[in-house]
Structures are given as structure tokens and as C-alpha cells.
């Protein structure tokens, strides 16, 4: 078909579910023929796989667009995702790009670039696909690779919550789940390839099964934890309103579930919380992270912060503050709140300066680093059981169950393997340990 093979860079901005999604793209741009090469080099066409979280977002997509095009000017320039979902005109205004969709058929990104391949001339004007992001349902996609030991895993698409500082439900609609039986598919062969730990994640991953007529996220757990070569399995970032006893008891006991978990807290203020429209309340938080508690072993959370939402006072930053120490987080992503044209919080008043916010930020840094600190240096002394993903310069780094940073000196290979490692102490990075003779 080709005189030479084409390449494709693929530009990946966001979120898991769009790292996610690229990788689905990548594989199928492969089966049609293409070569896949990094984004940052000289290629035929690019994919530019956009967010639109906040302006800033969307400042980076167009920034990334527009190096594509200074890259190679003669290359054909698709664009999809968030930022293409929500505001199609943006992408397509910069001259340059032949193709823009959202989300509801990322994966006709191939089949466009097949077209102008084969009419062999740049789109101008761009086609622009204007669909709604839940038009098709739940995208077929499904990956086979994956990177070192990991890979992640798109469960569930859409969201239903109204949360005031957030524009994505705009960008990926309604909640769409994928069937268990596609789940389990996809697990199945990248187990079969060697990956030892699967990420399920979403656009709401706790939403998983609310449009399914007989699968809840629990009993997915439970399924996936009944194939016979499975490893660990993680959850992305999870609404803590989930974490009720009923979850709790059904997916406890399940050898596969990782006793770690991202809880999407935003703010430790119950009245921050209640302006946000969030779900749920600190002290349905820490209800539902002392049930794990009680329930997983060693079991430890991170978490998201927003600092300096609108109209946020210093007394509801301490609260904040306070619910951290309660709450004992492993990590914590601190990040000051960014305007975002089209939400509610935009539009409030009490703005909060910037430079409060980046005070802000670092206050909760430096809290978090002490609390982490404490976490591992209890750790000291323990056996723990290490995936190592990366060894470099006689470094082997990888992480426990409960998601702590791990490194061991060695010259063995020791990427993809499971060890028993002795903890002898921290550093800035982590826990240091030394190998034991125990094997898995």
C-alpha cells in the first residue's frame, strides 16, 4: 500500500483514561500499517489527544498543536479529545490542522488519517466532527501492550456530578460502563504478556456499572480476581462516597486488590466541599478510610487537594489542614484552583489572590512530607513484598502493595519481578531496602 511507512506521533495531555486512550489509538494506527514514533520527532502526521481541565489545559493543547505543525508543516494535524469535545472551534481555528473530534470516536482519528493519506493534500478548512461525547455509548478500545509492569485500564467513561469548578462532564457526558465481559477480556491477555498490575480507571471510576443491569464495580473486583494469572489490581482515583461497608466487605478479602487507594478528597472543609458540590463530607471520608483501615492490612491512600477555591477563608484552609493530619494521606496532589470559563466557580466571587494560593500549596506540601515521613519510617524493619519496574545504574526501584516507593541496590535485572525486600531506611525519594533470600 505505502512506498514507505508512515509514521505517527501521538501527543498524549491529561489524564489516565487519555494516556489510556492514546495507547488504544497507537495500536491501531500499527494494524493499519503506520510506524509509531515519539511525539517530539519529525513525523507524517501527529495526534494531538487534548484536556480542557482548566485554561491552562487548554493553552498547553493549542501550544502542542502548534509544535506539531513547526515540527513538520506538511504533516497532516488530527486533534481529538477533551478540548476538542468541548470547544471543536479552538483546535480548528489554527491554521495547520486537518481534522478535529471529540470524544465519543476517538478512534476515527486512523481512518482519517488513511483519508489524507490516500488525497494526498492538507484540509483547509479542517473537517470538525460534532458529536456528543455519549453518542456512541462506551467506545470499543482495548490495548495489548504495556509499559515495564503496569498498565492501565479504561472501565468507565463519563460523569454525572455537578461539581462547580469541573467542565469535564461537558467534555465526556453521560456515565458509560464497559461490559465486564470486555474487562475481563482485556485482562486476560495483558496478564498472558506478563504485566503484573492492572490499573482500572475512568472518568468517575466509582461509577463503574450504574448504567449495567448486574455488575457493580465490587463484583468486577471479583471477577477479575478469579483469573488464575492475575497480579495486583489497582483503582484510579475513586469518589470517597463509594467507600461504604457493603464495598468494603465484598472486595476486602480479594488477594488481587491492591491495599492502596486514590481518594479524589479536593478539600479537607466541609463548607469548601459543600460549595464545590462534592458527594460527601470529610466525615464520611474518614469513615470510609477507617473501615479499609479495620479491613486491609497496611492498606494506605493519596489523594488530590485544591488550594484556594473561591471565597476559601483561613479558617477553612486549617480545617483543611487538620483533616490531613486526621487523615494520614501517603501523598498528596496539591495544586492551587485554576479559573475555568464555563463552570459555576469561575463566575463566583471571592476570588482568591495567587499568591495565597501557592502560600497555600506549600503549606500543605510541607504538612504532607512530615506525615509521609512517619508512614515510612515505620515501614523500617518490615519484609515487604516489591514489584520492581525500572533498574537503572544498579538502582532497582519499584513499589509494595500499599504503593510505597522502594528502591534496592543490585545488579540483578530486576524490572518485572517480584521480591522480598527487608526495609533498612528513607530516603527523599522513599523506602531503602536490601534484597532477602525469600522468593515469590
Known amino acids: 500500500m505505502w512506498e514507505q511507512t508512515p509514521t505517527v506521533g501521538i501527543l498524549t495531555l491529561g489524564c489516565k483514561v487519555n494516556q489510556y486512550e492514546s495507547e488504544a489509538i497507537a495500536e491501531a494506527f500499527e494494524a493499519s500499517g503506520f510506524s509509531v514514533l515519539p511525539a517530539s520527532?519529525?513525523?507524517?502526521c501527529y495526534v494531538i489527544n487534548t484536556c480542557t481541565?482548566?485554561?491552562?489545559?487548554?493553552?498547553?493543547?493549542?501550544?502542542?498543536?502548534?509544535?506539531?505543525?513547526?515540527?513538520?508543516?506538511?504533516?497532516?494535524?488530527?486533534?481529538?479529545?477533551?478540548?476538542?469535545?468541548?470547544?471543536?472551534d479552538s483546535p480548528a481555528k489554527i491554521s495547520g490542522v486537518d481534522y478535529v473530534c471529540g470524544n465519543a470516536n476517538k478512534l476515527s482519528v486512523v481512518e482519517a488519517a488513511l483519508q489524507l493519506f490516500r488525497e494526498g493534500k492538507k484540509q483547509s478548512p479542517p473537517t470538525v466532527i460534532r458529536t456528543p461525547a455519549d453518542s456512541n455509548g462506551f467506545e470499543a478500545m482495548e490495548i495489548r501492550k504495556f509499559d515495564r509492569t503496569r498498565a492501565y485500564i479504561k472501565i468507565e467513561d463519563g460523569c454525572e456530578s455537578k461539581c462547580t469548578y469541573c467542565i469535564i462532564p461537558k467534555a465526556r457526558g453521560s456515565?458509560?460502563?464497559?461490559?465486564?465481559?470486555?474487562?475481563?477480556?482485556?485482562?486476560?491477555?495483558?496478564?498472558?504478556?506478563?504485566?503484573?498490575?492492572?490499573?482500572?480507571?475512568?472518568?468517575e471510576t466509582a461509577s463503574y456499572g450504574k448504567d449495567l443491569k448486574n455488575c457493580s464495580l465490587a463484583e468486577l473486583l471479583c471477577l477479575i480476581n478469579k483469573i488464575p494469572s492475575i497480579g495486583r489490581v489497582r483503582l484510579g482515583s475513586l469518589d470517597p462516597s463509594l467507600i461504604k461497608q457493603s464495598f468494603v466487605d465484598r472486595i476486602a478479602s480479594l488477594p488481587a486488590v491492591a491495599p492502596h487507594f486514590h481518594l479524589s478528597m479536593q478539600s479537607g472543609s466541609d463548607r469548601v466541599l459543600?460549595?464545590?458540590?462534592?458527594?460527601?463530607?470529610?466525615?464520611?471520608?474518614?469513615?470510609?478510610?477507617?473501615?479499609?483501615?479495620?479491613?486491609?492490612?497496611?492498606?494506605?491512600?493519596?489523594?488530590?487537594?485544591?488550594?484556594?477555591?473561591p471565597q476559601e477563608t483561613e479558617e477553612e484552609f486549617e480545617e483543611t489542614l487538620?483533616?490531613?493530619?486526621?487523615?494520614?494521606?501517603?501523598?498528596?496532589?496539591?495544586?492551587?484552583?485554576s479559573r475555568r470559563k464555563g463552570t459555576v466557580a469561575d463566575t463566583m466571587t471571592g476570588q482568591i489572590p495567587e499568591e495565597i494560593k501557592r502560600e497555600r500549596v506549600h503549606r500543605i506540601t510541607e504538612l504532607q512530607k512530615r506525615i509521609r515521613r512517619k508512614i515510612l519510617e515505620e515501614q523500617i524493619g518490615a519484609t515487604v513484598e516489591v514489584l520492581f519496574e525500572t533498574c537503572k545504574n544498579k538502582t532497582a526501584h519499584g513499589h509494595t502493595p500499599s504503593f510505597i516507593d522502594v528502591t534496592c541496590s543490585t545488579e540483578l535485572p530486576l524490572q518485572g519481578e517480584l521480591r522480598k525486600v527487608r526495609i533498612t531506611?528513607?530516603?527523599?525519594?522513599?523506602?531503602?531496602?536490601e534484597l532477602t533470600e525469600e522468593t515469590i
Open 41 to 44: 520527532s519529525s513525523c507524517d
Open 53 to 88: 481541565v482548566t485554561a491552562e489545559s487548554d493553552r498547553k493543547a493549542r501550544q502542542a498543536i502548534r509544535r506539531a505543525i513547526h515540527q513538520n508543516p506538511n504533516a497532516y494535524i488530527l486533534v481529538t479529545g477533551c478540548l476538542a469535545q468541548a470547544d471543536p
Open 175 to 203: 456515565i458509560r460502563s464497559k461490559a465486564p465481559e470486555d474487562v475481563l477480556r482485556e485482562v486476560c491477555t495483558l496478564t498472558a504478556g506478563g504485566c503484573r498490575e492492572v490499573v482500572l480507571t475512568g472518568i
Open 274 to 309: 459543600a460549595r464545590m458540590k462534592r458527594k460527601y463530607n470529610t466525615r464520611m471520608a474518614l469513615e470510609g478510610m477507617e473501615r479499609l483501615r479495620r479491613a486491609m492490612l497496611g492498606v494506605q491512600f493519596t489523594t488530590d487537594m485544591i488550594a484556594g477555591f
Open 322 to 337: 487538620r483533616f490531613i493530619e486526621q487523615a494520614k494521606f501517603l501523598m498528596i496532589h496539591a495544586f492551587p484552583y
Open 425 to 433: 531506611g528513607v530516603d527523599e525519594h522513599g523506602c531503602v531496602g
